[in-house]
């Protein structure tokens, strides 16, 4: 009997290897003996010029064996190509001017990575500051600050589409609904970043690279050119794990372009790996989308018309796939609804954040957070229940294949069986009583639904769509999407599958192994699956990779019909032997066997090793070996129309979510109570793995919905660099009541019937939170992430600004001002104030304040001061808070100084972890112990320093200060010996609380 072993929870193979800690990563990988490692010097202005860069200090530095600058690789690279008609250009390092915090400004390669990142300190930058713009309303004023200068303005694409006849469905309409949509900045955080290893051959004049990018293949387009060589002059090695990707690791290429051109320079292998604040500041994010959406209705609800406008910011420049999220979901921007009237305008706007790279479901969350939170207001508007809504508009079953407006051609589906069985077996009744009770004891509760369409395979032609048609024209259609799978049946009958695709934690080795057994009557355990890729010498298209949510449709698709062709040969050479028909050959169990003779079977080794040891034995037609390699493309996907329809992707499985939620109405807290979706991803080819992709992705999206705030303040400066304030959700905020469901209506367009699969929770979870939450508190307005002060601001409105307290009395006075003009403190900062007594008079404790050689011993991390005039020092100071740590150059001046009772300071300090500000004032006090020192301060900060977040400066702020003060008491005590021991412990102590808390601190 043949066994079948799609569809069945085959535990995943992977999984051993990676618990007994065996399983290799990009840095778990032997490198080349000799290999220099790299580290990378990030710009702490949003906004700047570079005037000079001197790295003369760097070099004489011990281990140093070469550094590249922007100057570098404008003389030996090629510029990236960007994906709209805009004169922008986009380099591996900062060139001209940098144009956001963290951007990569020089590379050094040392002997060890410590030296690498001791010489980062010893470049010499000089700037000069130039305006920011970073939000997107700012940077869309005509008067802004141009990021490009050959732009016209920071709007970089403007493209309007219309469908059908908007016009008239506006006009014939009961109700006009509006309204505008934010969808904010996410990060993919993997647990592992970007890695790269490079070597220059200059014999070969070529590249070896190896790299957890996870589109291998598309990297052939991009880096070899911009490195000047020919695409077979570049190879590209994957290793076989990688630790998340999420979409992120598709933005690795431009450091692939520094490692290469740092190798190339050194004359040796080059080794980066990516630090976690790296990731956080400098990686990319997700788009921030702003959307205007109008529907036209009639008096049920009915949508009649469409309108949406989005804006998106796609931060500094656009790099290669952008601007995917803007046009993936081009051609499904009606979701699952059945609306033949529809008007899209499409902006682009660059601010001074981190440039967008791909997060899981690019496109989806932005497009579906508008269009279901519009379904919940059209709700409202008609006084019907949100689902009656939606059940009136979805696309029915006997529609399908469904050609959407805008282009899209939805393959298959049951809409309606889905929301069935997901209201029957979700319990969505009892979430209803449980509403009504809640609510009668004037408590707090809410459910909101959601309905997305989730793409998989993109169409390679969609983002020609961004391009008028008389120019896609003349540049020639793209189209398709070619998935590539090699099946090998060697001589002893070993079968072994390398696939296009390479995982980050999905299960493609299990999946691959279930559909090659079943093909072939094998067992998943006799199967190999190599997914290490080499570009150097395995079959690629340029749609190879792992994104978008092609493998199971396009990938599988592709090795399962390699296996049958292995299949069809064996059948062949088995008919021969057997002397039947090759349609009478079953494959079973390991065994090769005629139908009508079962009796007669043999193993699969042996009559596979007939194409390797006899070939003379074969019959005609079939030619030795077995080993065959399908590119498999749709005939589905193809260009875009001359009236800009595009099917976007290939499979189009449907998500429809509901969720219970309740706030605390005295702490605001938000609770999930119960969590239902089901999905109709086609087939399912693994029902584990599928539970998996379900659960990861509604994780991330809760804490994109909860936690997750990638902040940036007004001056352009990065807020969130550590996990202690860029929130993640841990297994403790995951509701515990979830209910996941399938229903199975297989594509029509795949070989294997499966969808893809694994992004749709990211689409659909956080606008049917909103919407819960939107019911539960009749708010219209929902932002995301809900955080505690959100929700604490949707339920008891915006906090008032505490008053100005005794602590805070004078300080506005003390404004910093430096060369006679004073700062405005706009950027993030400290502020913070306290009290110390200290067994000292305060005549000494005065004196010991205006002397530079005390001060010289007091301060933590002093390495000079020097007095430049009354009253005004220059001191250099190494400093280190948390991952990052440098050395600041401060400005100080006293001021307004009343002998031995009171002074004010103001500051101005600069260094590789950014700029600060900053003021205030201490007021000495005679008690009966000695004197009672009250001291307040403000201080602004930007660049790196700043992303470190507050509560971690806070904290080092108050522990330092303790130790300063600490330190001043022993040394006007006459203890000048040991005058900064005190300092030292303490500060110590702040080390290795950081190190505990953070990991890592300068030296």
Not at 665 to 675: C, G, N, Q
Not at 977 to 989: L, R
Request: glycine share 10%; aromatic share 6%; charged share 20%.
């Amino acid at each position: 009997m043949r066994q079948t072993h799609i569809g069945q929870p085959v535990p995943r193979t992977e999984d051993a290897a990676l618990l007994l800690g065996s399983a290799q990563f990009a840095d778990d990988l032997a490198v080349p003996k000799g290999t220099l490692h790299a580290a990378i010097l990030r710009t702490p202005h949003a906004h700047a010029e570079i005037l000079g860069i001197d790295v003369s200090a760097a070099l004489k530095m011990p281990g140093v064996a070469a550094i590249i600058t922007g100057e570098d690789v404008r003389q030996e690279t090629e510029a990236f190509l960007v994906g709209v008609k805009a004169p922008m250009e986009v380099w591996a390092l900062a060139t001209d001017r940098v144009r956001f915090v963290g951007e990569a400004v020089a590379v050094v390669v040392a002997d060890s990575r410590y030296q690498a990142e001791d010489a980062l300190e010893a470049i010499e930058v000089t700037y000069r500051p130039l305006p920011v713009v970073a939000d997107i309303d700012s940077a869309m004023q005509p008067s802004a600050v141009k990021l490009h200068a050959a732009c016209d303005s920071n709007v970089v694409h403007d493209r309007k589409f219309h469908y059908g006849d908007t016009e008239t469905a506006f006009a014939s309409a009961a109700h006009r609904v509006k309204m505008e949509i934010t969808y904010p900045r996410v990060l993919a955080c993997p647990i592992e970043g970007y890695v790269v290893v490079a070597s220059y051959s200059a014999a070969e004049q070529s590249y070896d690279l190896v790299s957890n990018f996870q589109g291998p293949f598309s990297v052939l387009t991009v880096v070899p050119r911009s490195l000047r060589v020919p695409a077979n002059k570049f190879r590209l090695r994957t290793p076989p794990n990688s630790g998340g990707s999420f979409g992120s690791k598709l933005a690795i290429f431009p450091y692939m372009v520094m490692m290469c051109l740092a190798s190339k320079r050194a004359n040796r292998p080059v080794k980066w790996v990516e630090d976690r604040l790296e990731h956080l500041t400098s990686s990319g994010s997700g788009p921030e989308r702003k959307t205007t959406i109008e529907a036209a209705i009639d008096s049920n609800g009915k949508i009649l018309g469409l309108r949406c406008d989005h804006i998106e910011d796609y931060g500094a420049m656009l790099r290669a796939p952008m601007p995917g999220p803007l046009y993936r979901m081009h051609g499904i921007t009606t979701g699952a609804y059945d609306i033949r009237n529809l008007d899209i305008r499409n902006r682009i706007v660059l601010t001074n954040k981190v440039p967008v790279t791909l997060v899981r479901g690019f496109g989806g969350p932005q497009i579906y957070f508008a269009l279901e939170r519009l379904m919940h207001r059209i709700a409202l508007t008609v006084k019907r229940d949100p689902l009656e809504v939606i059940r009136a508009n979805i696309v029915q079953p006997a529609q399908f294949p469904y050609r959407t407006a805008a282009g899209a051609l939805l393959d298959s589906g049951d809409y309606p069986r889905a929301i069935d069985k997901a209201v029957s077996e979700g319990g969505l009744a009892e979430l209803l009583k449980r509403r009504d009770q809640a609510r009668a004891e004037g408590r707090l509760y809410g459910i909101g639904y959601a309905v997305v369409v989730e793409p998989g395979v993109s169409n390679m032609g969609y983002l020609s769509v961004l391009l008028p048609p008389e120019v896609r024209e003349r540049a020639g259609p793209k189209d398709g999407a070619a998935g590539t799978a090699t099946v090998n049946v060697d001589a002893s009958g070993m079968v072994t599958v390398v696939p296009d695709s390479t995982p980050q934690g999905q299960g493609h080795r299990t999946v691959l192994a279930q559909i090659v057994a079943e093909v072939l009557g094998l067992q998943p355990q006799d199967i190999s699956v190599n997914v290490e890729l080499d570009t150097a010498k395995d079959g690629w298209s340029i749609a190879a990779g792992n994104y978008a949510s092609r493998f199971a449709a396009s990938t599988c698709s592709a090795a399962m019909l390699a296996a049958q062709r292995i299949r069809d040969r064996l059948a062949k050479i088995a008919a021969r032997q057997f002397n039947v028909d090759a349609k009478d050959i079953v494959f079973s169990q390991g065994m090769i066997a005629p139908a009508s003779d079962p009796g007669r079977a043999q193993p699969f080794y042996r009559i596979a090793g007939l194409a390797h040891w006899s070939p003379s034995l074969l019959p005609e037609g079939v030619g030795p070996g077995l080993r065959e390699t399908v590119q498999w493309s749709p005939a589905q996907l193809t260009p875009p129309t001359p009236a800009d329809e595009i099917n976007t992707s290939l499979t189009y499985g449907f998500i429809f979510d509901y969720c219970g939620v309740e706030i605390d109405p005295v702490t605001a807290k938000l609770h999930i109570d119960r969590y239902v979706t089901v999905h109709d991803s086609g087939r399912v080819l693994n029902p584990l793995l599928a539970e998996g992709q379900i659960r990861g992705a509604l994780a991330q999206a809760i804490g994109a919905s909860l936690y997750e705030d990638y902040a940036y303040s007004a001056d352009g400066s990065f807020l969130a660099g550590t996990y202690a304030d860029y929130l993640l959700p841990t297994a403790m905020e995951i509701p515990v009541d979830v209910r996941s469901l399938h229903i199975e209506s297989p594509s029509p367009f795949t070989i294997t019937g499966a969808k893809g699969m694994g992004e749709g929770n990211t689409m659909s979870t956080p606008v049917c939170i909103a919407n819960a939450v939107a019911d539960a508190l009749g708010q219209h307005d929902i932002t995301l992430p809900l955080s505690p002060k959100a929700m604490s601001e949707l339920v008891f409105g915006k906090e008032a600004p505490p008053p100005v307290g005794a602590a805070d009395k004078g300080m506005a006075a003390l404004s910093p001002s430096f060369g006679g003009q004073t700062a405005e403190l706009k950027g993030p900062g400290l502020t913070g104030h306290g009290s110390r007594d200290v067994p000292v008079s305060p005549e000494a404790l005065w004196n010991t304040f205006l002397d530079p050689q005390a001060l010289r011993q007091i301060i933590p991390g002093c390495e000079s001061i020097v007095m430049e005039g009354p009253e005004r020092y220059r001191i250099v100071a190494r400093v280190g808070v948390g991952p990052v740590r440098g050395t600041f150059t401060v400005k100080a001046h006293y001021v307004d100084l009343k002998a031995p009772h009171s002074m004010g300071f103001v500051l101005e300090a600069s260094g590789p972890l950014g700029a600060s500000q900053g003021s205030g004032a201490v007021e000495l006090t005679q008690i009966a112990t000695g004197t009672r020192v009250d001291y307040r301060y403000r201080m602004q900060l930007s660049g790196k320093i700043a992303a470190i977040g507050g509560r971690m400066l806070d904290g080092a702020a108050r522990v330092l200060i303790g130790a300063f003060f600490e330190a001043v008491a022993r040394h006007a005590g006459g203890d000048h010996s040991g005058s900064t021991s005190g300092a030292t412990g303490v500060f110590n102590g702040l080390i290795r609380w950081l190190r505990t808390m953070f990991g890592g601190l300068g030296k």
